[in-house]
Every structure is written in C-alpha cells, then in structure tokens.
C-alpha cells in the first residue's frame, strides 16, 4: 500500500472530507488516527458548545473504512455495509480524533473498531464506533 497516496486521498481526494478538514495523524497497515479541527460550523448544540453527532459518525466511518483500506492494495474499492455508533459524552468545542484498528480482515468483508475523544484527552472518549465494510478487490 502505497500510504502516502491513501493520506493524499483522506485528505484532499474526498470532497466531503476537505469539508470536515479532516487531517491524517498517523497511518499504518491496519491502523489510522485522523482529526478534525474545531470549528463553530460543527456545533450541533450551541447551549453547551458540544459537536454534531453527524460529525461524529461522519468521523467513524471514514477512520474505520480507512483503516480497513490500509491492509488492501490502492486500486481496492471499500464500501460501507454497516456502522454503529456509540455516543459515550458530548464532544466539546475542541479538536476531535479518531483512532482505528481493524479487527477482523477477510477476501471480501473487513470489520474495524474506532474510538473517538476531544482535545488532549484520548482516555475519555466521546463515543466507540463497529464498522464492517464491503471490500471489492481491483484487478
């Protein structure tokens, strides 16, 4: 896998993904750790300030389906089959990360889990994602 091009392809290859200015952390054969800077567009609940749910999941997805992306090869197709999100807390108004570590790897079907938490506090986590995606191989 040719990793430099998946984080191109996170980042900037993905319009939806350059919406949420999610930024690759760290990326590694079956693993990802991505982030979204805080921005008040992101807000769900402006009485608190904490972050949309749909931000969360989008978050979810995205770092899992990745991650599940790091242990195919680049011309490999990855589609979302099912994901279940956890809220655990409010996200607050600050950063939020995603980490992923797949967990189950097959022909055509990979299963990944994704824990998210805000700022400098990756031991609370504001919510716990399964996700298992379609894996179509290229030729």
């Known amino acids: 896998m040719d ?38 567009e992101l807000v769900g609940d402006v009485r608190r300030p904490a972050l949309h749910g749909g931000v969360i999941s989008s978050l979810v997805d995205v770092c899992g389906g990745f991650a599940v992306w790091t242990c195919c090869r680049l011309e490999d197709r990855i589609a979302t089959i099912d994901l279940g999100v956890d809220y655990l807390r409010p996200a607050p108004d600050k950063d939020l990360f995603a980490e992923a570590t797949v967990r189950l790897l097959g022909n055509r079907v990979g299963n990944a ?14 919510a716990v994602g399964r996700c298992v995606y379609n894996i179509r191989r290229g030729r």
């Open 3 to 40: 990793f430099a091009k998946l984080t191109e392809l996170i980042e900037r290859g993905i319009p939806f993904n350059e919406v949420l200015g999610i930024t690759v952390e760290e990326l590694r054969e079956g693993y990802v750790r991505l982030r979204v800077p805080y921005r008040p």
């Open 113 to 126: 889990h994704v824990v998210l938490w805000s700022g400098g506090e990756p031991d609370k986590h504001v």
